[in-house]
């Protein structure tokens, strides 16, 4: 594609590089640029978006991909909008409500897509995962207060996992890898971390919408399950939620002092949502309170 501006999009957590791309008609484009060790991540990212255009979802328009000097690129339509995370606060409570029932009904067409019948076991998988996580942690100079709170529920249920269902996920699902369109309408970006697993894992990041509005939080679970949430999805949110923020304080050290201290309070606040893990509702959950 020829075009004859190229402006870089400096947000995100990726190692890709991202630009907004103008063609001489002045049609504005999403540009992603990988390093090509990557080749067959991305393939499988691009043809996976491409199948999930074609359930209907509000996305950026997968349109090419190759490979170019600087790597591996794709190219996609351009979303005119603002980010979910910063303006969400801007809409009326019932609003945010009904924008967290869009996303969920969204997810729930995203793992409509199952994961291939050779996918391994997923409870073996994520044992291995927590394995690794709890290492991480205990080896990690930095511990939350009450860090031993996440590793003990994490340990009295991991049986939950036996026998969990996979299937194709976005892999990053939260409010920070959304957009409200020009037209007020929900988009949802960035399937940089794509992968298949257990579905309701995908909710591991709800924290992040939490912290942006309860309201959006409670309406995408509720949209998802259409408002008839199994008691064991609960108990397996929190198992997941504990096992991602055991990692998120390791993680952290790199970036500095004000992403360890985020992810300390984000750490705290968890452990009140569940009474120090004592409960399995959560209490941003606003069952009944809601539109």
């Known amino acids: 594609m020829d075009f004859v501006n190229k402006v870089p999009i400096n947000r995100g957590w990726s190692s890709d590089r991202k630009f907004c791309i103008t063609d001489k008609f002045g049609i504005k484009y999403f540009m992603r ?30 349109l090419e991909f190759g490979v170019c000097e600087e790597g591996v690129y794709s190219i996609q339509s351009f979303i005119d909008g603002e980010d979910a995370e910063n303006v969400i606060q801007m809409y009326s409570e019932a609003e945010q409500y009904n924008y967290g029932v869009e996303a969920g009904c969204i997810l729930r067409k995203i793992h409509s897509i199952p994961a291939p019948s050779n996918q391994q076991d997923w409870e073996n998988r994520f044992n291995k995962k927590i394995d690794y996580k709890i290492k991480k942690y205990l080896e990690c100079p930095l511990k939350y207060e009450n860090g031993q709170y996440f590793i003990d529920f994490i340990e009295n249920n991991r049986h939950l996992l036996k026998n969990r269902p996979q299937v194709y996920q976005h892999g ?7 957009m409200i369109d020009c037209n007020r309408k929900l988009q949802i970006i960035d399937f940089n971390r794509n992968d298949y697993g257990d579905p309701w894992e995908e909710f591991n990041r709800i924290v992040w919408c939490v912290q942006a509005s309860p309201f959006f939080a409670s309406g995408m679970v509720d949209g998802y399950f259409e408002k008839n949430i199994p008691q064991e999805f609960w108990h397996l949110l929190a198992l997941y939620i504990s096992t991602n923020t055991l990692s998120s304080i390791y993680w952290a050290i790199p970036f500095g002092e004000k992403e360890i201290n985020t992810m300390r309070k984000q750490a705290e606040d968890i452990l009140t949502w569940y009474c120090n893990m004592q409960i399995s509702v959560p209490n941003w959950y606003l069952k009944n309170k809601l539109y």
């Not at 991305?42 to 999930?52: A, G, H, N, S, V």
């Open 33 to 62: 640029i990988s390093n090509i060790e990557e080749y067959e991540k991305k393939k499988f990212e691009f043809d996976m978006m491409k199948k999930l255009l074609l359930l209907g979802l509000p996305m950026c328009i997968p």
């Open 172 to 178: 990053d699902y939260h409010i920070g890898n959304m």
